[in-house]
């Protein structure tokens, strides 16, 4: 670590260096930065050595930073100023972004925009090639052969007009990028500015941005903070550090003021608390160094891929320490270039993707069709029936003829190719993101959105997400009597309020505070943890305040603390008595806490013995009636030591006993008032809602029954962490997939889970066969140690105001308020995304059928397209493009909960969709045909068929191009409704976007018909004729209800179209994404392991050789093996590194190579 924290100074502006040699104490402060940087590099005891021999201690560091331990720095502008000009701000620059240009350029790798491109680029330069010499009478003149003037001079507008409408696409998809790239830096830096850290200036504590922490900075830590800068400790109390995240040691690291002071950035507090001061921020503190690196190893590593693929591979790959900027490694970026898709597509997008190739095919085969029949037709009609000879000079004319041929064909692909696709998804779900963000739904990553709309399962945590997280006292047990409301303080012996008072005063982290409220009229504000923050609120009901406490004992007078963690379930603190005795406090969860006391308080505040019987009688009348109401109970006991017999303090079992009970009291977290119509309505969508908590059983079965998760008479599963592993594991301690089949289908509550359970739960839902499909699983987390779960579920949820800045790093969606509904919403716009993109495929796909047919009967039959190439386009672009905004932004409404989620094979096209596309495409078939071949009869005009050369545009092929554009728009309507309802009007005001297109587009109609002449091949209509085109157009909402009539289950014949990727298309994708997974969770939580991941993995190689080697006894057995040990090496070397270190946690065989780890009973 020391040497890579080293390396990385010439990083820093050289400037500053120099000028620190030449002045060695700048700014009059004793230290610089290097010496700083130098010093926070040590640990443990040379620490210490340095920082006796250069400072004496550590009130001299602070003396040198010219801050007081006690009082902190003078909250003045000058001197904060100063003190970021010379040893920097806390603040690591980002990643740049990338720019809207590099953005175009991935938005143009799309495979349809390319075929268009080409499509395009070939069209503009046929049209500009004019063919010398004129038409002589021995070339011939076929009639449909030549294009009129009016064709030749607009030729070019074909190939500008697919050429601009793929501008359009790439522009819209980049700006969405764009937008989401930045609407989400906007949220990371308001995320950043919303992280407070506690410091103390002027002797006052204060909550300072994190970003405006300064070096000499006095900050308090405590239990569940993210270090924000790296620090010497000046007083801790039993404080515990996880530092995996710089060291990739999962035990947790002690830290004292005489043993181990140093802290780093990054880091998390796992227990206790204390101060520290602050010695490195910014680009200077461990973090800071190594982000650095990877920042900078990025630049490094384009010239050194440059220079590395001149030398062959193996040395290549020598060449390519840590630098990638994800801190990945070459092998793994090599392999994924070679095998894994570039992101790993959504179900959705692997649909879409299978169908637009299906669909591109065909229309690639129908345009080669059409252009092969033209040739045919042409050269027939020419060479065999009119018997003329290929005469040299007329070979430009003919040519001509077969580049128009070409052109046809062309278009026919155009139009059938579904270009709108990729818009209309990126649009939709960008549309989504924009209004998620509105229902508290702060979207990370945006497949996520679409995802949840196929979620199956949810498992969700209890406190903040279905309760408030407000707690409060509302029942309690003291001096002999049982209170179901707050009791009056004239009811209890002063003795034991007294006791309480100090008891919960002293006993809980001094920066958990009640503060006034803000506004008039609303609740006290709730400071730091909220249990304690009930506990407080007790007292503030029992008419005695706290802060006199506190003022009258500080917290460096505490003599000794022994913080809350989730094994001890209990906090405890030692006070020194004027008498020279002690005090001890303790508070913790009552069955736990009641096993320790041997005596309890009675009415008049004397002691009373407290045994095993009375504790039994006391768990049933009083502690389950409370656990029963969805109330945590929490004891709160004392111990007095005499003077003379100091117990070793060391040894926390002997202190902690032998207590004398004070209180116990029944804490309510109220169930949020919409959460039970949410879960309601989750279950009536066909999605299990499953509670998993840290809480006791009974409070946890109590609140999920409020919630509604489980119903009286349902058979469902309430399991404790404990039952839960009993049943899922074998003799030998391992996970058992159909154990775990046997229990989560049931498993409605899950309590005391530690984050463990919940992994292994997430995992097993996931990985399990049993249904006829794989479930969807979202998951909701806050703490640190919720990462891994996060990570694993389909959809991560973390909560934006609770959550730890671990949960966010891992998650997928960050619920801004907390709140469970918001997860509703967050199916419902799923859902929505899901149904948008069908409309648009099921309207779509009837434009598609009609345009193409319509173009190649008429190009075999007429020898030319009834739809000129530039109103196929104007069709085209605008029915795509607009028609995607007009469907894919469609609002949600409740009726989309009223469904069980489609599942992940479940085809994009029902059969109701293809009976509607395949109907409308009868009907718009049936009149256009008609129009074509007795048009000119019926409307009494002349035919526009086999018109003589460079006639103008005729009456007759307006009117077919009218009608089809109304029949289109019309169709729009049709198209909201997906599922075959009736009232295709329903809810349509509520979509702006909608009327607006469908309006705007009948205007722009009205204005190429009229007045498009020449370019568009129009020619303007009479207002009868006007009115037949929408007569017929409203036709298509009729024959919408006749279609709507019709059975689906009639119809078996109907195909559904769009399937999910098989299965045996799926496994290397999915086995590519397992090895993935884990290792990007990894990867995003653990930045600068994997150096260590490295080192591990040979080691744990060499080791599995060797023990191998052991196994196999003789040495033949050795050389039999060896070929399949190396195999399994080969395996792995190939797996991402950490993925290997991951299971080691969980599979006792390999923590042999982790020594140092905890493997999890």
Not at 949 to 957: F, M
Not at 1080 to 1108: C, D, K, P, Y
Request: overall charge negative.
């Amino acid at each position: 670590m020391g040497d890579m924290a080293n390396s990385s100074i010439e990083f820093h502006p050289k400037p500053q260096q120099q000028q620190q040699r030449e002045v060695p104490h700048v700014g009059g402060f004793g230290c610089t930065l290097a010496e700083l940087r130098s010093l926070m590099e040590l640990r443990g005891a040379e620490a210490l050595q340095k920082i006796q021999e250069a400072y004496g201690d550590v009130s001299g560091l602070c003396r040198r930073l010219k801050t007081s331990p006690t009082e902190g720095l003078a909250d003045n502008t000058n001197d904060l100023e100063k003190r970021r000009q010379i040893y920097g701000q806390n603040f690591i620059p980002p990643k740049q972004p990338k720019t809207f240009l590099q953005l175009v350029w991935e938005a143009l790798q799309d495979v349809t925009l390319i075929i268009l491109e080409v499509a395009a680029i070939v069209s503009l330069g046929l049209s500009f090639y004019a063919p010398p010499g004129e038409e002589s009478e021995a070339c011939g003149n076929v009639s449909g052969g030549a294009e009129d003037e009016g064709e030749a001079e607009a030729g070019w507008i074909e190939g500008a007009a697919i050429l601009l409408s793929v501008i359009c696409v790439v522009l819209v998809t980049a700006f969405n990028d764009w937008s989401k790239e930045k609407q989400f830096r906007g949220l990371q830096s308001r995320i950043e500015q919303e992280q407070k850290f506690t410091v103390i200036r002027n002797g006052q504590l204060l909550q300072v941005p994190v970003a405006a922490l300064v070096v000499g900075d006095i900050a308090q830590v405590k239990y569940g903070d993210l270090l924000p800068a790296d620090g010497v400790l000046i007083q801790g109390n039993d404080l515990k550090i996880d530092e995996s995240s710089l060291t990739g040691e999962s035990d947790h690291v002690r830290k004292s003021a005489d043993k181990d002071p140093m802290l780093l950035s990054g880091t998390h507090v796992m227990e206790g608390s204390g101060r520290m001061v602050v010695t490195a921020v910014g680009v200077n503190s461990q973090t800071g160094i190594i982000f650095t690196l990877l920042g900078a190893g990025g630049e490094e590593e384009e010239k050194k891929e440059k220079k590395a693929k001149k030398q062959d591979g193996a040395v290549a790959m020598e060449m390519q320490p840590l630098k990638s900027a994800e801190g990945g490694e070459m092998e793994e970026r090599e392999k994924k270039k070679a095998n894994i898709p570039k992101k790993e597509k959504s179900v959705l997008q692997g649909k879409l993707t299978k169908l637009a190739v299906q669909i591109g095919k065909a229309g690639l085969v129908m345009s080669a069709i059409t252009v092969i029949i033209l040739v045919l037709y042409f050269v027939i009609e020419t060479f065999v029936v009119d018997g003329r000879v290929w005469l040299a000079e007329c070979t430009p004319v003919y040519v001509q003829y077969f580049v128009k041929f070409f052109i046809i064909g062309v278009t026919v692909l155009v139009v059938a190719v579904p270009e709108g696709l990729p818009l209309a998804v990126t649009i939709s779900l960008a549309y989504s993101v924009k209004k998620m963000m509105k229902d508290n739904n702060l979207v990370r990553h945006l497949d996520a959105c679409e995802t949840m709309g196929n979620a199956t399962a949810i498992c969700s945590d209890k406190t903040g997400t279905l309760t408030t997280n407000r707690m409060t006292v509302v029942q309690s047990y003291l001096g002999d009597t049982h209170y179901k409301e707050i009791p009056a303080p004239s009811a209890l012996t002063p003795k034991i309020l007294d006791l309480l008072v100090h008891a919960i005063s002293i006993n809980s982290a001094y920066t958990t505070k009640i503060l006034p409220p803000e506004k008039e009229g609303a609740l006290p504000r709730q400071v730091g943890n909220k249990t304690e923050c009930a506990l407080l609120g007790f007292i503030l009901d029992l008419k005695r305040d706290f802060q006199p406490v506190r003022e009258q004992i500080p917290e460096d007078k505490l003599y000794k603390v022994y913080t809350f963690n989730s094994v001890r379930k209990s906090m405890s603190t030692v006070i020194r008595m004027p008498d020279g005795g002690f005090r001890l406090f303790s508070k913790g969860a009552s069955e736990i806490l009641l096993k320790k006391c041997t005596n309890i308080l009675n009415s008049n505040g004397e002691l009373r013995g407290f045994r095993p019987r009375d504790r039994d009688d006391m768990v049933k009348k009083i502690i389950e009636p409370m656990a029963c109401d969805g109330l945590r109970t929490i004891c709160i006991a004392y111990r007095d030591f005499s003077a003379i017999q100091e117990p070793n303090w060391d040894n926390e079992n002997e202190v902690v006993g032998d207590l004398t009970c004070i209180a116990v009291v029944g804490i309510e977290d109220p169930v949020r008032p919409e959460v039970p119509e949410a879960i309601r309505k989750c279950q009536r969508a066909g999605i299990t809602v499953r509670m998993v908590t840290g809480d006791n059983i009974n409070t946890a079965r109590a609140i999920a029954a409020k919630c509604g998760i489980i119903h009286p008479g349902e058979d469902f599963l309430c399991l404790e962490g404990k039952e839960f592993n009993r049943r899922i594991r074998n003799e030998k301690g391992e996970i058992e997939q159909e154990r775990l089949d046997k229990v989560w289908p049931k498993l409605r509550v899950l309590a005391r889970s530690s984050p463990t359970d919940k992994h292994t739960l997430v995992k097993g839902i996931i990985d399990s066969t049993t249904g006829e499909q794989r479930q969807v699983v979202a998951v909701t987390g806050d703490g640190t140690n919720d990462g891994p779960a996060l990570k694993k579920a389909d959809v991560g949820f973390a909560m934006g105001i609770a959550g730890t800045d671990v949960a966010k790093e891992a998650s997928d969606i960050i619920l801004t308020d907390d709140n469970f509904t918001s997860i509703v919403k967050a199916v419902m716009w799923g859902r929505n995304v899901y149904d948008s993109i069908s409309k648009f495929l099921q309207f779509q796909l009837t434009v598609n059928v009609v345009a193409v047919i319509v173009a190649f009967t008429g190009a075999c039959i007429t020898q030319d397209s009834p739809l000129k190439a530039v109103q196929m386009l104007w069709v085209n672009l605008i029915m795509d493009t607009f028609a995607s905004l007009a469907l894919a932004t469609e609002p949600p409404n409740e009726s989309l909960l009223l469904r069980k989620p489609y599942g992940r094979d479940k085809p994009l096209i029902s059969r109701t969709m293809m009976k509607n596309i395949l109907g409308h495409a009868v009907y718009q078939l049936t009149i256009i045909f008609t129009l074509l071949f007795v048009g000119e009869l019926f409307f009494d005009i002349d035919s526009g068929r086999n018109a003589p050369l460079h006639s103008p545009p005729s009456e007759h092929y307006t009117i077919i191009f009218n009608t089809f554009v109304m029949m289109q728009l019309f169709n729009e309507i049709n198209a909201r409704k997906i599922h075959g309802e009736r009232n295709v009007f329903d809810g349509i005001f509520s979509n702006p976007i909608f009327c607006t297109i469908v309006l705007g587009t009948f205007g722009i109609q009205i204005v190429i018909v009229q007045f498009g002449g020449k370019p568009f091949s129009c020619s303007p209509l009479s207002t009868e004729q006007w009115l037949w085109c929408l007569f017929v157009g409203v036709g298509e909402l009729v024959w919408g209800q006749v279609i709507a009539t019709i059975p689906t289950s009639q119809l078996k014949c109907l195909k559904e179209a769009g399937h999910g990727p098989g299965k045996d298309e799926m496994t290397d994708e999915e086995l590519a994404e397992g090895e993935e997974e884990i290792d990007h969770a990894e990867r995003e939580l653990r930045r600068g392991q994997i150096l260590w991941f490295r080192g591990l993995n040979r080691i744990q190689t060499q080791m599995e050789v060797v023990s191998t080697f052991k196994r196999s006894g003789s040495f033949q057995g050795a050389v039999r093996r060896r070929s399949s040990v190396l195999s399994q090496l080969h395996d792995v070397t190939n797996l991402s590194t950490p993925t290997h270190v991951t299971l080691s946690a969980a599979k006792p065989t390999s923590a042999a190579g982790n020594p140092g780890g905890e493997s999890i009973p």
